[in-house]
Each structure stands twice: as C-alpha cells, then as structure tokens.
C-alpha cells in the first residue's frame, strides 16, 4: 500500500474532498457506517486542535486517494482511535471493495497498536481484533416522519400514546411547545452543557465537559459548517424556555445523537422523548436517512429506535511488547465494565451506588 501520514494542518484540501467525497457515496455504496459523522474529517481536524498525536493516513491507489485513517498515537507507538470516549464511529473510510492489511498500516503508522470502542460494521482487516460486539439503535427515517411514527405505534403503543399525550399537556401547563432543529444562539448550547454536567453529577457519573478539551471540542464542533457536516443544536421550548435540547453531528444522510439533556423541573412531561421525536420529524424533512443513538443500552433508546446496528471494542496489534503492555493493562478494565453493563444483577446496584454518590456530592457542593 502506497501510505503517507499527515498532521491535521498537513492534509490537503484534495484529500478532504476525496475523503468527503468517500462518505457520500457510502449510502449508495452499500457501506452507510461510513457516512457517520465521527467518520468525517471535520471531526478529525477538530479532535486535532486540542489533543496531540492526532495523525491521518492517507492510502493510495493510482495516486489517487482510496481510504483515509485517522487516529492518535502517543511517543511510544500506543494508537488510539481519535476522540477514543467521546467518537461514537471509528475505522478506516475507503472506496467501495477496498482491501487493506492492518499489520501494513499499523507499521507505516508508527503503531504497536490501535485501540477502538466503536469500530463500525465493516472493517474485517481490524475486526479480527475486537473482544466484543454491542448494540447502537438507530431511529429510521428515511421513509418520513409518519412512516416512522407508524412504526412505533405498532411496536410501542403505549410509549407513544404517552409520549404525545405529555407534549400536548407540557403546551397546556408550561406555553406554546415550540422545536428549534438548528439553533444558532451559543448561550443554548452553554444551557446544554449546563445541565449535562449536572445530570452526570447527579449520576454518578464522570462529568465530561469538566475536560476543558470536551468543551472547546464542542464549541468548535457548534460552529463547524461545510458541506454536507454540521454541528446540531436542537432545542425544545416550552413558552420562551428551554427545556430540553440535543448537542449532535451531521452529515448528508447521518445525525449521531451525542449530548442530550433536560431541565430536570420538566421531567414530569418526559421533555427529552418529545424533544427526540420532533428531531425524528426535522431530519426526516432534512433528509437524513437515520438518527444513531448510540452504543449502550437505556430505556429511551429501545422505546424510539427501529432497529440496531453493531459496534465493536478492541485492538488491532503488532508484535511489539508496547502492544502486550498496554493490553495487558486495559484488558481487565474493560472486561470488568462489561460484565457489569451486560448483568442486571450487577448493574442496577452499581448504578444505585453511583447515584447516591453524586446526590451526596451535590449537596456538599
């Protein structure tokens, strides 16, 4: 394989083309994994301004451009799928019937190994080191919004008769309920990330956006437009308030669900659900093929998708010793994470420590 690896401010504006290029003809290609908005190099470049090792290979055929992999590399040779923890899609973006030899590419790299959490379907040459497969739902809508609502009253009747009811009360109780599908005003997008971090304290869980990169990477990311990616903000208003809103990427036919959250005052009218169905009819309108949730399992998710795709977690690895060490140290960490998100014996005890810890947390604060 012919491989040049670039910095992010290296890659040239041929190669972006050629690379978004690739990602629009994935639908129609068979391959609409590769369409996903962590796929795009928008996403890449930006992951670059405030992570270091961020590199992109470029492979070619002919000369020209046929599959482009980014990712992070440490001094040591450890690769990381770039934004590993926050990126929803990882893998390599090719031409249709491209083959690689992942050893080849890990070399010419400068790769021991590359760690992945979201590896999309279709990557056989990094598949063969996955540990573990999981489900991300995705909601469709490429038939329109009504042939998706149909789908959930037949599948979940009663979720939707609910959830539609909740809306109708929320415009009686609180104001006209009114649904932003892009919002341009940044002072939402800091309510957003307001009440995330809140929601992850109130978990439990580790706030993200207490990582100064997460938020600058989500700032930068809000005011990232080129054609087809966007960065979404989707709010829901109840009166002239926000009650809930959505932080997601876009690209011609993808919307990855990424950072969405609520004003906790409003949890009575499920304001998160009805704030997922309107984004449904707006990417519907906007042409958008299917809304990814995302890896893991939650109850909202199964109530609104039609169906899963597969992603996987692993590492791809040469014979080097940095590779067995670092596996070494990561494998029983994601094993044990694992085994309790997959046993509900396990994982509701654990959830329930976790938000007792962040009630207790909150009120010292």
């Not at 290979?57 to 599959?67: S, T």
């Not at 989500?218 to 809930?244: C, M, N, Q, W």
């Not at 060490?325 to 998100?341: E, F, I, K, S, Y």
Request: proline share 5%; hydrophobic share 40%.
């Amino acid at each position: 394989m012919d491989i040049s690896v670039y910095r992010p401010g290296e890659l040239s504006a041929a190669d972006r083309a050629a690379w978004t290029s690739s990602q629009s003809k994935a639908h129609l290609q068979g391959s609409p994994e590769l369409a996903n908005p962590f796929l795009s190099p928008e996403f890449a470049l930006a992951v670059g301004r405030y992570r270091r090792g961020v590199r992109i290979a470029v492979v070619r055929e002919g000369g020209e451009p046929a599959a482009f992999f980014p990712f992070q590399r440490s001094v040591t040779g450890v690769g990381r799928a770039v934004g590993l923890g926050v990126s929803d899609a990882q893998g390599l973006v090719h031409r249709p019937g491209f083959a690689w030899d992942a050893q080849e590419l890990l070399r010419a790299c400068g790769l021991a190994v590359w760690e992945f959490d979201h590896l999309v379907e279709g990557q056989e040459a990094f598949a063969v080191g996955a540990t573990g497969s999981f489900a991300s739902p995705v909601m469709d809508v490429d038939q329109g919004y009504e042939a998706y609502l149909a789908h959930l009253r037949s599948h979940a009747p009663k979720f939707t008769r609910t959830t539609l009811a909740k809306e109708r009360r929320l415009g009686r109780d609180a104001g006209e309920v009114r649904y932003v599908h892009d919002e341009r005003d940044p002072a939402a997008l800091r309510t957003l990330m307001g009440w995330k971090s809140a929601q992850y304290r109130r978990t439990g869980r580790s706030d993200r956006f207490a990582h100064e990169w997460i938020t600058h990477l989500v700032e930068r990311l809000f005011h990232t437009r080129s054609d087809p990616f966007a960065g979404i903000l989707s709010v829901l208003y109840a009166g002239d308030k926000p009650i809930a809103a959505h932080f997601g990427l876009r690209t011609e036919r993808v919307l990855a669900c990424w950072f969405p959250a609520y004003d906790p005052a409003f949890s009575k009218y499920s304001p998160g659900l009805v704030l997922h169905l309107r984004m449904a009819e707006a990417a519907a309108a906007d042409g958008i093929a299917y809304l990814d949730l995302g890896r893991g399992h939650k109850e909202y998710k199964d109530s609104l998708k039609t169906r899963e795709i597969t992603v996987s977690e692993g590492w791809v690895t040469r014979r080097h010793p940095v590779a067995l060490g670092h596996r070494a140290r990561r494998a029983p960490v994601r094993a044990l994470r694992n085994t309790v998100q997959s046993r509900p014996e396990l994982f509701e005890p654990a959830d329930r420590i976790l938000k007792r810890m962040g009630r207790i947390r909150s009120r010292s604060q």
